[in-house]
């Protein structure tokens, strides 16, 4: 385990839906992210928190809106989606958003939208 | 912008031998930082291993070592006495330096990664 959750780990929803996903860390990081993995694509870094305030939005359509109340909870809101965002999302924490400082991943949640 | 490229997606190897994933990138930068992560199956992805580009060792961690040729921008992971749980996906990635005085950098927060490569331990 490396100190970051998700829930849930597996969700399938309808094209009309909203859910949402949860990502907590347990690590006293700064920053937090949320990435998208799709099949023989490279990971896709979708959002970047830090110290609770987003500090990047990486040309995301606005059907995904992410939120972080504090530094240990990140969540990642899903409205209207489409088929082609099926995909493993990762959430990731890392001490400070710079440089060396690795990133600690969370077990995912796999999406399926219908 | 930085490029990842792992031009293996897939590589198998007997138990107890060793293998060797490769990966390039691309970058206009001095000071940066690659890794290599490790992703099971259904598991989370964790770090292997890390290499700060101003360092000339390469970094080592038990049966994982890579070998960092700045100048010719490569950065492969090799994976000695392959054992069964050493089956995974891995991924090179690469993040540039940063510093306290540059507050929206957004270029400095981005972790780039390849697009994998998934090995197999044939037992």
């Known amino acids: 385990e490396t100190g970051v959750t998700q829930t849930p780990r597996h969700l399938v929803m309808g094209m009309t839906n909203k859910k949402s996903l949860k990502c907590e860390q347990h690590l006293g990081h700064n920053a937090m992210y949320w990435y998208k993995q799709s099949a023989k694509k490279p990971l896709e870094l979708m959002f970047v928190?830090?110290?609770?305030?987003?500090?990047e939005n990486n040309s995301v359509p606005s059907r995904f809106s992410p939120e972080c109340p504090n530094s240990s909870h990140l969540f990642l809101h899903l409205h209207t989606l489409q088929p082609e965002d099926s995909a493993l999302y990762l959430c990731?924490?890392?001490?400070?958003?710079?440089?060396?400082?690795?990133?600690?991943f969370g077990p995912g949640t796999r999406l399926t939208v219908t | 912008a930085q490029t990842v490229t792992q031009s293996q997606p897939e590589m198998s190897v007997q138990e107890a031998e060793t293998v060797t994933l490769s990966c390039t990138y691309d970058t206009s930068e001095s000071d940066y930082y690659l890794f290599w992560y490790k992703q099971p199956p259904s598991r989370q992805m964790i770090l292997v291993i890390r290499?700060?580009?101003?360092?000339?060792q390469n970094a080592t961690e038990n049966r994982f070592s890579v070998n960092f040729q700045k100048a010719a921008k490569s950065f492969s992971l090799k994976i000695s006495d392959s054992q069964l749980g050493d089956a995974a996906m891995y991924f090179c990635?690469?993040?540039?330096?940063?510093?306290?005085?540059?507050?929206?950098?957004?270029?400095?927060?981005?972790?780039?990664f390849g697009t994998g490569t998934r090995l197999t331990i044939i037992p």
């Open positions: 928190y830090n110290f609770k305030e987003q500090t």
């Open positions: 990635a690469y993040r540039s330096e940063g510093g306290v005085l540059v507050v929206s950098n957004f270029g400095n927060e981005k972790l780039t």
């Open positions: 290499q700060e580009a101003y360092k000339q």
């Open positions: 990731a924490s890392s001490q400070e958003r710079w440089g060396r400082h690795e990133q600690y």
